[in-house]
């Protein structure tokens, strides 16, 4: 074969591979496959963890690139978001919602387009979507009601601060919690929606504490909630005799308030990014993938966190 004819050959092979390339191949740089992942908000340590351990779990596949999106808390631009990798082509989204009912849609046509969807940690409206990963967030509440009961005898007043109530886990979370407690002593005598945030929580709970002098117990759908409630009624000196009870259980954020004696439980509420990342695989290799992968969850008092919490039943 003379130099001419090899090099047209190798022109045409150099064409084949990158010319059949999709837009978003392109952007994964010699990866095979490219993931778009639609990240709510970076503003929670919890997040931030989602998306190192879906980084951690894809850096061990060469063959898939993660483009991450974060839509800082703002559910118009997880849509434009979602939109954006429909249009560049990716070959699988993971979309970790804001809210429910608004973000169906955008996942709907996503799906219809022929592109998988994986659904991490809060759920949408219908079956539009390829998985669902998640814990199960009635369970947690029922645990948390349950456990703060055993605790309480049963008596006593409670705040419950709720997560942002148009997404699922704040739903599940609360009708666990009241399914758990009802029909015992226990009485909720302030509630508000914190929307998952630190610092409104701190907020409600300073109302709180403004309007009633006793207060047993402060259920909070996650850690930041239960830590912020717990400042508040530090400041005013009134965090003594008052349990904290959170949602997250991250090693340094919700186990360190229980190791610090400033929470006295906390659930676990796993990320989900590994096992994401394990189902993209599949999805992409062309294998069946369940509907829904439901994860665990553990209970962590100070009695056993040096043990590593205890499994839910
Ligand atoms: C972070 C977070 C977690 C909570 C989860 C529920 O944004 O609020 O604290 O467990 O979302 O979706």
Not at 13 to 36: D, E, F, M
Not at 51 to 73: G, T, W
Request: glycine content about 10%.
């Amino acid at each position: 074969m003379n130099r001419k004819i090899l090099l047209a050959l190798l022109a045409f092979i150099i064409c084949l591979t990158g010319c059949s390339r999709s837009p978003a191949s392109k952007a994964g740089a010699g990866a095979r496959w490219v993931i778009g992942m639609s990240q709510c908000n970076l503003g929670e340590p919890w997040r931030v963890q989602m998306n190192a351990d879906v980084a951690a779990a894809a850096a061990r596949h060469p063959e898939i690139k993660v483009i991450y999106k974060d839509a800082q808390n703002d559910t118009l631009r997880q849509r434009a978001h979602i939109e954006e990798f429909v249009s560049a082509g990716v070959n699988l989204l993971i979309v970790s919602p804001k809210e429910a009912q608004p973000l169906t849609e955008p996942v709907a046509r996503a799906y219809r387009a022929g592109i998988p969807v994986i659904v991490l940690d809060r759920a949408l409206v219908g079956e539009e979507y390829t998985t669902f990963i998640g814990a199960d967030n009635r369970r947690i509440g029922r645990a948390a009601g349950e456990w703060i009961r055993k605790v309480t005898g049963g008596k006593g007043k409670l705040v419950e601060l709720k997560g942002l109530m148009t997404s699922t886990p704040g739903q599940d979370r609360h009708s666990g919690f009241r399914e758990a407690i009802q029909g015992s002593g226990l009485e909720v005598i302030f509630e508000a929606d914190m929307k998952w945030l630190e610092p409104e929580s701190r907020k409600e709970m300073e109302s709180a504490l403004a309007r009633f002098a006793k207060i047993d117990v402060v259920y909070a759908h996650n850690d930041p909630g239960a830590h912020g409630a717990y400042l508040a009624a530090q400041a005013s000196g009134r965090h003594k005799g008052t349990l904290f009870v959170g949602i997250d259980a991250l090693p340094q954020e919700g186990q360190a308030y229980v190791r610090q004696g400033m929470l006295s439980a906390t659930f676990l509420y796993p990320t989900g990014g590994a096992e994401a990342i394990d189902t993209a695989l599949k999805i992409l290799q062309g294998q069946p993938a369940p509907k829904k992968i439901t994860l665990g969850s553990r209970l962590f008092t100070p009695e056993n966190i040096d043990k590593g919490g205890e499994a839910l039943q």
